[in-house]
């Protein structure tokens, strides 16, 4: 099973916008092969583990709320801008609750792949490879 956590990145503010840095060598524990923006969320949103692949997701705008399960039940965990979260292999996941206008950006250690081979997106089968 893999790991799952939240942490928080500094927001930093000034008269003419917000800055919010993710440091790749403090808050990403693999090797950066993609980065995409999620824009335009609808419920729910990319439910599925991975075999493979690790993300790290963090909000830039509005709120969202996304369901885990790390192998004992489904949570919730809201990302406002400055939340993030690593979400290791074998973490089931997805966004349930988009407010309009939010992004969440998202660091991945694989390259876009669109044949999903490393997804595990029936829930039941994701429960019994916990077990």
């Known amino acids: 099973m893999g790991?799952?956590?939240?942490?928080?990145?500094?927001?930093n503010t000034d008269p003419r916008f917000s800055l919010i840095p993710l440091e790749i060598i403090e808050h990403v524990?693999?090797?950066?092969?993609?980065?995409?923006a999620i824009v335009d969320g609808k419920l729910p949103s990319g439910s599925h583990c991975h075999k493979v692949e690790q993300e790290v997701f963090f909000c830039v705008r509005g709120a969202v709320v996304a369901q885990i399960d790390e192998g004992s039940g489904m949570k919730d965990v809201v990302l406002k801008p400055?939340?993030?979260?690593?979400?290791g292999t074998y973490?089931?996941?997805?966004?349930?609750?988009?407010?309009?206008?939010?992004?969440?950006?998202?660091?991945?250690?694989?390259?876009?792949?669109?044949?999903?081979?490393?997804?595990i997106t029936d829930y039941e089968?994701?429960?019994?490879?916990?077990k």
């Open 3 to 11: 790991q799952f956590k939240t942490f928080k990145l500094p927001v």
């Open 29 to 36: 524990p693999f090797e950066v092969k993609r980065v995409y």
């Open 125 to 130: 089968e994701f429960k019994n490879s916990t």
């Open 82 to 87: 400055g939340d993030a979260m690593y979400v």
């Open 91 to 119: 973490i089931w996941h997805h966004f349930e609750i988009w407010d309009p206008g939010s992004v969440v950006v998202a660091v991945s250690s694989t390259p876009y792949n669109p044949k999903r081979e490393d997804y």
